[in-house]
């Protein structure tokens, strides 16, 4: 097996001998290895993440050493390429090298064998026979057919020359699986956008850093030209909006693709099953000619694209495309007084009058159907998940420059007949979410508790010590004159859960509590946008690879040579020599040479024959 | 004597064609097979897309063509396909698992499920009493278990395809969606890979090598049910709303199931060698020679590779259709490369270099790590980064 590998000459000239080592097994062997392992890396280290978290995770030293060593982008790192390239390398050259002995096998059988090479098989037999040689042929030929194969014979000076081939080709087994390893890779480089990756490497190409730029202010050196043969970009569009270009991202920033059209979103839409679980995605999307004329209405969906003159666009992500929010807003301890009004766009910042505080709108979300134990609440079997509505996530800003997260829930959530406003916040963006729960009163908002929290406060301002009697009694005051339709289950309900809300408001970070009133919903839509001409070439690749394995695993090639000369002039007796091997499977081709030449044996009236000596002698038979 | 032996010796007729060696039952096994094809084209075939067509001929031409190589694979299709169809007729007629006792405690999937945990557990236990005794008696019955547990299996994984319908016809999708259910595949299939090594090499002893992980498969299954409740049936997030899925997963699990097969051989190899550098122990008594367990070992992996190369490649077909690229260099993808290079390194070591022995024994057992942390590890240590865990 290894001859072709080893067969040539010492004294070879350089390049000879960079072929053979190119072509060597024993490389080809490490670099599938080695690019096993490499490729380990990436699914460590999560990849192409902001730079700042990795400086984040490693410190200032390492965090420039794995930059160096292109880790944050294993994939695209010039060794990774490298390791890749020298694989697709070496598995050309073993073609090229392998080809024309391979082809000429294919082509050619020779019937005729020295005895040497029949010597050489893995089986051999030796056996005389007393039928006549007319007679003796005729009776291998049987046994050889009945075992399936087609044998020839060749006759010359007497002597008899009979071989049988099976498995003919599988041999373009063998170049099926490596020229489809060489043409996808080869494909896939091609779709990897490589005329981008060098203009990059040429400097003519610039990746922007700053997200923030409206698509009019981004500089042209990072505009990749509009005839780019492949590409692969992704573009967040606000419902109504339109786009005529999509980005890449390209290490620490990003490039942008023009497209040969505007993508226009029209909505956006989600459906839901009855768990609350999302059902689908669908965005319509009208694509213009940069003329303004319609070129295509419909619909893209999670696993139906939508193509056009070979771009697909794809549905790939959502998210609020700044949803207009109006609010109320309740200082904590102010008695009496309604509650303020805040109305702002996700995405804004909003300023709370004057007194310094500043509010961010990070996100919406419209539906809450959360695990229980999100909220800290206990799950039931049967009633995992909880309704809370919609939801709002905000940070505010104190005059000092501390800040604090909040995520409100629209909903109130109910439990054990009181409904609670459920707030959540954090101090650091790591941290996980502490709860407070607000009971809230008849008229299902949280203004009841709030002025009996700031009943509370001017009591304990006039010198009331807090005891359970001053608690009730303002209690029941605040009800008498705010709230006189409660029942006294309710009343023992609320006032039961108000103690608990106290205790939870010592740790609250801010003076005052944001609700949600109303909302007009905008989604955005994640679209990628890829062209890929190369696709069809992978197709086949896929194909042919699939075949070639096929045929290397379940078509072997077994091969036959024997040979029959009157053994001297007077015995009258015939001299059989028998060689055969595989080259897979070797033990199941062991058994059946046992069967056929057990036949050929009785077929020829052999008392003894010799056989090949089996190395660990279990063969033989 | 050397001339009656030659007059005794009467001329055998040339090889019959393939399809003329077949028996009565092979012919039943066509004609059932080309049937039950033409009732689900009859029923269904006029709302079909061109893929059900293919899948539909590759289901047949797979059946076919196993039935055939295998025979016992016809007996155990209708073993499965009965009772399930049974089943599904049960629930068309208005009976639940709540007022239909068969429905509950049987053939219901969660029930059937059960079943096949349990037989398994069972075989997998007279698997390695026969390894420590020796009785013929105890191996027999180690098989039929395993047989049975194979079915219950099969069954259970049909009747939850069906329940997944019930009561939410948005719902419905083929069982391989999350975890529990593609883990009944894995507790299923793989016994059923090892049966035909097992009765192709008359290699009974390897069962207690293989079943053993099997029985851990069950174990994790059980703790997933009990203590996870992962049993119940959940709708599907829309990025796996695709036939591609129906390939795609299948597929990989006969790669998985064979890969595993042979680990646990190499393992069995490694040990019977020890025994024999020792010049003793039972292992030496039981287990087939170490040729034959070599050989299964590379006709496992040939087979797991074949499998293993087409669910891969169906995987990033869909990615590419569905997502808008071949390959993302997902932690699963990517550990799906890792596991098919180790193996096409292991290939090209035996087949090419003509390594063979004990270095490929410890190189298959070493690759059930890799194969396992493919399956199982990518999922529980590595989630996040899928690009569709996002939709
Ligand atoms: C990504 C790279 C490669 C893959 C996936 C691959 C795949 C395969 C497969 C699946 C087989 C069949 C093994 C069997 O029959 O059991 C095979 C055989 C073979 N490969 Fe590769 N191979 C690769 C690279 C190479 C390279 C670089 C060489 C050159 C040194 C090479 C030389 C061979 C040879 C000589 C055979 C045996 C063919 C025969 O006996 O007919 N392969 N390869």
Redesign the interface.
Known sequence: ??AHVDGLAWQQPRWRLLVQFLGS??L??SL??L??IA??I???L??QQPYQNYAMQFGPFWFSVYRELGLYNV?RSLWYTAIVAFLVLSTATCVTRNSPRMLREMREFPIRQRDTVILGQDHWVRMAT??PMAQAQE?IL??L????YKPRVEQKDGDMAIAARKGRYHRLGYFLTHIAIVVICAA?LY?ADVPVKWAEWQGTLKPEQNFDLPLSKIPRTAWISQNNPAY?GIITLPEGQTANAVFELAGNGYLVQPLPFRIHLQSFHISY???G?????TSRVVLYSPQGKVLKTGDV?????MSYDGV?I????FSDGGSLLHMKTYLLGASGAAPGELSGRVGQTLHAGNSGYAVDLKNFNLYNIVPKAAVGEKAT?DHPTLNLGPSFTYIIHNPNGQAAEFKTYMTPMRRGGQGFFVQGYREALGDAYRYIYIPTGPNGSIGLFMDYLAALQSAARTGANASQAIFTETFQQVVARHAPGMSTTEQSHFLQASMQTLVQLHDYPMPFILSLSSFDHRWAAGL???K?PG?IV??WG?VA??LG??IL?YIPQKRIWLRLRPRGQESGEVELLLGASAD??R??FTKEFKRWTG?LE??????HAEYKEQK?G?HTP | MANTRLESWTESSPEPSWWAQWKLRDWAWFAGLSIAAGIILGLYGSSFGYWQFVVLAAWYAALLVAGLAWRPVQLATLGIVLPALFAVWLYSIGQTATNNILLRDVLQGYAAVMWMSALLLAATACYLFYLFSGRERVGQWATALTWAGVIMGFIGLGVRWRETYLGHPDWGHIPVSNLWEVLVLFCASTPLFYLYYEKRNEARALGAFVMPLVAAGVGFLLWLTFAQHMDRIEPLIPALQSFWMKLHVPMMFVGYANFTIASLIGLGYLLTERSRRRGSGMLLRVMPSSEVMDDVMYKAIALGFLFFTVATILGAVWAAKAWGGFWSWDPKETWALIVWLNYAGYLHARVVKGWRGTAMAWWSFMSLWVVSFCFLGVNMFLSGLHSYGKL
């Open positions: 097996m290894q097994m024993r080809a062997v599938l290895v690019l096993a490729s380990v990436g699914t460590i999560s990849q994939y007393t039928l009776r049987q046994v057919r009945a075992a399936g896939a779709n692969r099953y009855s768990t679980m999302p059902k689908d995605f969906r999670v696993n139906h694209p697909y794809y549905q790939s992500s079997p990628q946008v890829t890929w696709t992978i197709y896929c690879l699939v394995i096929f695993f897979r499977n033990l199941d036949t009785q077929a020829l009236g052999v008392d660990d279990q």
